[in-house]
Nanobody, 127 residues
Framework: QVQLVESGGGLVQAGGSLRLSCAAS????????MGWFRQAPGKEREFVAA????????PYSDSVKGRFTISRDNAKNTVYLQMNSLKPEDTAGYYC????????????????????WGKGTLVTVSS
């Protein structure tokens, strides 16, 4: 079956960096648009970034644009999220997800566009 496993979360001070990874199995990875979402306590899950099948289209939410970078390695079935200049408001559970829809549809539709989800990794940014 399809599995998406996130790693790389942790505690970091404001201004610091973290790199999240998501390893996929059980699906033809290169066929899927991959996305990162986050959910803070008491809030809805929100779109962070997505990456197209070949990595040429990478929409971001306005809140992370210029600070976060999404990338993928189709040979390793892995998608990454490099997070720089972290802020306390970035604190959330971060979730990897896969979709057969185009990256721009994922960014516009959000979580409902995704077919498969990982269990998440927690990122905590202290002030």
């Amino acid at each position: 079956q399809v599995q998406l496993v996130e790693s790389g979360g942790g505690l970091v001070q404001a201004g610091g960096s973290l790199r999240l990874s998501c390893a996929a199995s059980g699906l033809t990875f290169s066929n899927y648009v991959m996305g990162w979402f986050r959910q803070a306590p008491g809030k809805e899950r929100e779109f962070v970034a997505a990456i197209s099948w070949r990595g040429t289209v990478t929409p971001y939410s306005d809140s992370v644009k210029g600070r976060f970078t999404i990338s993928r390695d189709n040979a390793k079935n892995t998608v990454y999220l490099q997070m720089n200049s972290l802020k306390p408001e970035d604190t959330a559970g971060y979730y990897c997800a896969a979709s057969l829809k185009p990256a721009q549809v994922v960014s516009g539709t959000g979580a409902h566009a995704m077919e498969y989800w990982g269990k998440g990794t927690l990122v905590t940014v202290s002030s």
